[in-house]
């Protein structure tokens, strides 16, 4: 099983997710929950669509961390 790391922003009225190893899957939701578990049906329904289109299923990013900074 591959872990595949996502960001969660503040869209105003509601969350939104995005996961950094592929482009154009994205989710929203009410809370953190429910994003996450919107997201694991997204990148569930993309990774069957790369798949049924030949694509190669990309390995995880290895982030080291993050951080804010001020400027």
């Keep these: 099983m591959r872990e595949y790391t996502i960001v969660i922003e503040d869209a105003g009225p509601n969350l939104s997710a995005y996961v950094l190893d592929f482009d154009g899957c994205t989710t929203t939701g009410r809370t953190v929950e429910e994003v996450v578990k919107n997201m694991r049906e997204a990148i569930e ?27």
Excluded: N, Q, R
């Design 45 to 71: 329904a993309h990774l069957e669509l790369m798949v049924a289109s030949g694509e190669a299923i990309p390995e995880p990013l290895d982030l080291v961390g993050t951080t804010k900074i001020a400027v």
